[in-house]
């Protein structure tokens, strides 16, 4: 037995998607935007592309609460090649459509729209089969693009190998999402625009333990109770969707008690650079904040702060103006970007090859720069009457 968190980042390159969300996991989540609007769900019709009903939990949630919601129509799409999905789940088995040859090969749909057994409610057990795909129930397949288009919110935990991919998918279709990802798809073109201009924000959970088929052992699996679970300690939830938390604002105090009583912060500055006070980036025309939680109440300039910044992101109190290590954008857009002359670059490359010009440092004490500092966001204090 073994702890501990696995990168997602690895998940993906290894083309492991077999990672099941928990249900409680799915209702954290979703009773944020539910208590953020009771009416969220009503009406609409949801797709969940990569969940079959016997194992996936999103189903199952939304099922149970088709009717507290006010659900229109739920749709369910297994992909054929899925390992959880080779199994064969009694909704196909029981069902006239069910074909012995189909099943390993073609992607199945599921609808959940009526109350089928007439027990006066519509749950779980009202789920039909409604047959196969024509083809194997990739998301990207013309016959689930059009799925998607006909709902009007596509919620899943997506294959982490193709999250790019994914996040397009839902982009072009202009519709309400809210999918699982790795935090550093925030860095990912088809994520970050979106998050600056407010198209895009993250949920308010982190999930951490997913399900693994049985049989999966790697050094992150647990097993408990004869189930296996693996830990991430980078999954958070991608939506348009919107939530309460976006909406609280960041309690801040002034910079100066900042530096003089917390203690987490006079470390953090203190190994990191030998005084404590917030510093100038050499390369930016904009301030260090090491720790999101102690960004300064009163600093009206630009400041760098670490990613986990997202999850506290209020879209009344800052603008997120763009991120560090994005060279394109720092040469054109950035009106903060202060490179440093070719000489002191190419001297900076010499002594450290993963050192790029685009990645926000600090000067030492001789003028040249420091080992650089991790990925920071840009932000801004809104002013009093701006209106973006
Ligand atoms: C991370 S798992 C999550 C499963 C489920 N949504 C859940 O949260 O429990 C992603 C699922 O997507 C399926 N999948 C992989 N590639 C796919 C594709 N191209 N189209 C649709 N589903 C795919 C995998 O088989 C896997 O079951």
Redesign the pocket.
């Known amino acids: 037995m073994a702890s501990g968190n696995s990168n997602l980042g690895a998940a993906k390159t290894a083309k492991n998607?077999?990672?099941?969300?928990q249900y409680s996991d799915i209702e954290a989540e979703m009773n944020a935007y539910v208590e953020f609007n009771p009416d969220v769900f009503r009406d609409k019709t949801i797709l969940?592309?990569?969940?079959?009903p016997e194992?996936?939990?999103?189903t199952k949630y939304f099922a149970a609460n088709f009717d507290r919601f006010g659900l229109k129509k739920l749709i369910s799409?297994s992909?054929a090649?899925?390992?959880?999905?080779k199994q064969l789940s009694l909704f196909e088995q029981e069902s006239p459509l069910y074909d012995e040859d189909l099943h390993e090969t073609h992607g199945k749909l599921f609808v959940l729209e009526r109350d089928v057994d007439g027990d006066g409610v519509v749950d779980s057990d009202d789920i039909e089969f409604t047959g196969y795909l024509e083809g194997d129930?990739?998301?990207?397949s013309a016959e689930?693009c059009a799925l998607r288009d006909e709902a009007d919110i596509i919620i899943?935990?997506?294959?982490?190998?193709?999250f790019h991919d994914f996040i397009s998918w839902i982009v072009d279709a202009n519709k309400l999402f809210i999918a699982?990802g790795n935090l550093n798809a925030v860095k990912y073109v088809e994520v970050f625009p979106k998050l600056r201009s407010s198209e895009m924000w993250l949920g308010t959970t982190h999930p951490k333990r997913?399900?693994v088929p049985d049989g999966v052992s790697t050094k992150d699996v647990i097993v408990e109770n004869g189930i296996s679970y693996q830990t991430f300690g980078n999954v958070c939830w991608f939506t348009n969707v919107d939530h309460g938390v976006r909406h609280e604002p960041m309690l801040l105090d002034t910079m100066a008690h900042n530096l003089k009583f917390n203690k987490k912060l006079q470390k953090k500055l203190k190994d990191k650079f030998g005084t404590v006070a917030y510093p100038h980036y050499a390369n930016y025309d904009a301030l260090e904040v090491p720790l999101a939680p102690c960004i300064p109440s009163d600093y009206d300039g630009v400041m760098g702060v670490p990613i986990s910044f997202l999850d506290r992101h209020n879209p009344d109190q800052f603008d997120l103006l763009g991120m560090s290590g994005d060279l394109g954008w720092a040469t054109t857009e950035c009106t903060f970007f202060r490179p440093p002359s070719d000489e002191v670059s190419a001297l900076c490359r010499t002594r450290n090859r993963t050192w790029r010009v685009q990645k926000v440092y600090v000067n030492d004490d001789d003028g040249l720069p420091l080992v650089p500092i991790y990925d920071r966001l840009f932000i801004r204090r809104k002013k009093a009457g701006d209106d973006q």
């Open positions: 998607d077999e990672f099941y969300t969940l592309p990569c969940d079959d194992w996936s939990n999103f799409t992909y090649k899925g390992a959880g999905n129930g990739d998301f990207r689930v899943t935990n997506p294959p982490f190998s193709l699982i997913f399900r």
